[in-house]
């Protein structure tokens, strides 16, 4: 199965810090993680704004990503006009664009953000 990570678990499995839960649907061989290329141009305008949890080189964690089988998953414009419909229960509109991308592909979103699982569908919450 497919999973698409967020920007922060992203970022957690990068520093070999994920959390159990999520650590658990990462190392499960029976499962394909899938990243999106709005988190990685999230982290590059986030640690271009020195933000502290962002300070990774984005051109290494990108190589290091596909070395390890992730599968990039890129932003069309029917994940961005299925924004639209969401509801309006998260502002961060990286967050909001990995969710459309999650509906869209029909994978589940893994996330650590308690308002990200408050959607409806297929998100799992391992925070």
């Known amino acids: 199965m497919r999973i698409l990570l967020d920007t922060h678990i992203l970022l957690a499995a990068a520093a070999d810090c994920v959390p159990q839960k999520a650590a658990g ?33 984005p051109v290494s964690l990108y190589s290091g990503l596909l070395g390890a089988g992730y ?21 961060d509109p990286f967050d909001r664009i990995l969710l459309a991308q999650a509906i869209s592909e029909g994978i ?20």
């Not at 069309?76 to 509801?87: E, G």
């Not at 893994?110 to 297929?122: F, H, M, N, R, V």
């Open 25 to 57: 649907y990462i190392e499960d061989t029976a499962n394909t993680p899938v990243f999106s290329s709005a988190s990685i141009w999230e982290i590059v305008i986030k640690c271009g704004l020195h933000r502290a949890d962002f300070m990774v080189d």
């Open 71 to 91: 599968e990039e998953l890129p932003v069309t414009a029917r994940h961005t006009l299925l924004v639209s419909t969401l509801p309006d229960l998260h502002k």
């Open 108 to 127: 589940p979103l893994l996330t650590s953000d308690a308002i990200l699982a408050e959607y409806p569908g297929s998100v799992i919450f391992a925070g």
